[in-house]
């Protein structure tokens, strides 16, 4: 039943070392975002990628960058994780004309 | 750019008390709201949403929200909580008309929930 996966679930990384991490969807839906959530704060937009077009926010850090082969899978890749980078990273999807966003139960990343 | 507040933090309330979580949000057009929750260990799911029309929706379990635009606000209430809505709720906006080219969803920073049977 699940519609957006994320994996790993936990990962941890050592600092400087590029961390990948993955996201698929069973919804084929155009739109799939990626959100940073630190402890007790709002949830973040990264990027966001409309089909094959890719959308950065203006302030996510050029550290971090995506991927997205396929209508159903996207990866973020973290080039050189800080212990700032440290947080929750959540997946989601949604279908252009909709709005509503489904989302993974994420992946908590530990750097060391 | 919007910003969406959420009052409180932590909110603590015994089985079957009444709650309402607070909600306003900053944009001066067209806005999409939507309510999120986060059970522990699980992920965000939808609520409820408000696109157009009726102010007042209804969501899933038991769980409603009205949309006062002269206000900018997006209150979530339920009449009788229960111990299984312990949880996480967020506040989310994404401006313009649905679907029409703005994906990203602004999030308040979440308000938790604790039931106390």
């Given at each position: 039943d699940a519609m957006v996966i994320q994996n790993p679930r936990y990962q941890v990384t050592q600092f400087g070392k590029p961390v990948t991490l993955s996201c698929s969807q069973t919804l084929n839906h155009n739109v799939m975002y990626w959100y940073q959530q630190k402890s007790s704060q709002a949830p973040k937009l990264l990027?966001?990628?409309?089909?094959?077009?890719?959308?950065?926010?203006?302030?996510?850090?050029?550290?971090?960058?995506?991927r997205r082969?396929?209508?159903?899978?996207?990866?973020?890749?973290?080039?050189?994780?800080?212990?700032?980078?440290?947080?929750?990273?959540?997946?989601?999807?949604?279908?252009?004309?909709v709005g509503e966003a489904f989302f993974g139960q994420g992946t908590r990343l530990t750097v060391v | 750019a919007q910003s969406v507040s959420q009052h409180n933090h932590h909110v603590i309330l015994s089985e079957a008390a009444s709650l309402e979580l607070g909600c306003n949000y900053s944009y001066g057009g067209?806005?999409?709201?939507?309510?999120?929750?986060?059970?522990?260990?699980?992920?965000?799911?939808?609520?409820?949403k408000y696109f157009s029309g009726d102010?007042?929706?209804?969501?899933?379990?038991g769980f409603e929200a009205e949309f006062i635009k002269s206000k900018f606000s997006f209150?979530?209430?339920?009449p009788s909580v229960q111990w299984s809505d312990t949880a996480e709720y967020f506040c989310a906006v994404n401006v313009g008309n649905s679907g029409a080219g703005s994906y990203q969803l602004t999030f308040g920073k979440g308000t938790k929930l604790s039931v106390i049977p």
């Open positions: 990027f966001h990628y409309y089909d094959k077009d890719f959308n950065n926010e203006a302030d996510t850090p050029d550290n971090f960058q995506s082969p396929n209508t159903s899978f996207c990866f973020l890749d973290i080039r050189s994780p800080g212990l700032g980078d440290a947080a929750m990273y959540l997946c989601a999807t949604s279908r252009r004309g | 067209t806005v999409n709201l939507f309510w999120y929750v986060q059970y522990p260990g699980q992920h965000l799911q939808l609520l409820l102010p007042l929706v209804k969501g899933i379990k209150n979530l209430r339920k």
